[in-house]
């Protein structure tokens, strides 16, 4: 059997190696955990598919998630590839205002190799305000592709997909209990997704997550995190984004999210995202050889009939009205302040 499932993820994609050493940490039980091969382990998630397993590529690969979950291949589904060009300014859409996540004090974090993702679960004390109710936090997760490559966010502009991306996903704390009651409910949740770009600075907010992989190495370790400001993980400006109608990324892909996907990418360095690359498996401990956890985002859905909305006015490539006068006046300064010096130099040789 063992075999047969790292011929499997294989055949999605993932590269194989020799598995590393075991973490060195010993984790005191996680709520919602059992007890499996000498170290805690975590239960199913709230979000996830229950039934069939299922991956990225091969047999049970993302073409084939309609047939075990039907909601894969409904009409709203994400992510999308948004458009600029045909994206509708809005300007009511208000800047998002998240509460609580800077300081997020008797807290902690649990962070989770769940076999798809690392995902860091949150407390319901961060909030946020802006949307057309009030939602409460549940977890983060990231999207990477692999070494070598660029593609790794699940949502696109113009065509164009960067390393990674990060998810936050909240629930509809107006009207639900809890995520369990909201995820499948038309507006049960709000998910935040921020593209992630490579800088030539570290980010020191994603160290709290980057410096943890060692320690949830294999699928279904965990590992408890200190709280931190969790404002650092977003774009220093919240008041640019598209907004859109859409799906879980992930099976059981419940038409039940509303997305905000901010203009402005966050930056990693190229050491933090090769963190991502390479310090995480897709296999169990006791399985070998492990393979690596890479290309876990979904190719952009149709958007059929939706509407994308914006809170700026966006122009082509996703430049804001802005962007592009700034742009235009800084190529025409360029183009006076060679005129000028190509005219001061032929008057000083008359």
Do not use: M
Not at 47 to 69: K, M, N
Not at 179 to 200: I, N
Not at 203 to 215: C, G, S
Not at 333 to 339: N, P, Q, T, V
Request: glycine residues 10%.
């Amino acid at each position: 059997a063992t075999a047969l499932w790292v011929k499997y993820l294989r055949s999605r994609g993932f590269a194989t190696g020799q598995a590393p050493s075991a973490a060195q940490s010993h984790l005191k039980k996680p709520p919602g955990s059992c007890f499996r091969g000498g170290k805690w382990g975590i239960t199913r998630l709230p979000l996830e598919g229950r039934g069939s397993h299922w991956t990225y590529e091969g047999p049970h690969g993302q073409e084939h998630w309609p047939d075990s979950y039907p909601d894969c291949g409904r009409q709203a589904q994400s992510p999308i590839d948004i458009q600029t060009g045909s994206v509708q300014y809005d300007p009511s859409l208000l800047p998002v205002e998240p509460e609580g996540y800077r300081d997020p004090s008797g807290s902690t974090f649990t962070l989770t190799n769940n076999g798809h993702t690392v995902q860091l679960s949150l407390p319901q004390s961060l909030r946020l305000h802006g949307l057309p109710s009030k939602y409460s936090a549940v977890q983060l997760h990231l999207h990477w592709g692999g070494k070598g490559h660029p593609k790794g966010s699940e949502h696109q502009v113009d065509g164009r997909a960067f390393p990674a991306e990060l998810h936050v996903v909240h629930f509809n704390s107006d009207k639900y209990a809890n995520v369990s009651e909201a995820k499948d409910k038309p507006d049960g949740l709000a998910v935040l997704g921020v593209f992630l770009e490579v800088g030539s600075a570290e980010n020191p907010a994603y160290n709290h997550i980057l410096d943890h992989l060692e320690d949830i190495q294999y699928t279904e370790q965990e590992t408890p995190v200190a709280a931190f400001d969790v404002r650092g993980l977003l774009p220093a400006h919240l008041g640019h984004y598209f907004r859109y109608n859409g799906s879980l990324t992930t099976p059981p892909c419940h038409q039940s999210v509303l997305w905000t996907v901010f203009h402005q990418p966050a930056r990693l360095s190229a050491a933090q995202l090769e963190k991502l690359h390479k310090s995480v498996y897709a296999t169990e401990e006791e399985t070998s050889p492990a393979v690596l956890l890479l290309d876990n985002f979904r190719a952009p859905q149709p958007l059929n009939q939706r509407t994308v909305l914006a809170s700026f006015p966006a122009g082509p490539s996703g430049y804001s009205a802005g962007e592009i006068a700034a742009i235009i006046f800084g190529v025409l300064l360029g183009c006076l302040s060679i005129f000028l010096a190509g005219w001061i130099v032929a008057k000083r040789i008359r």
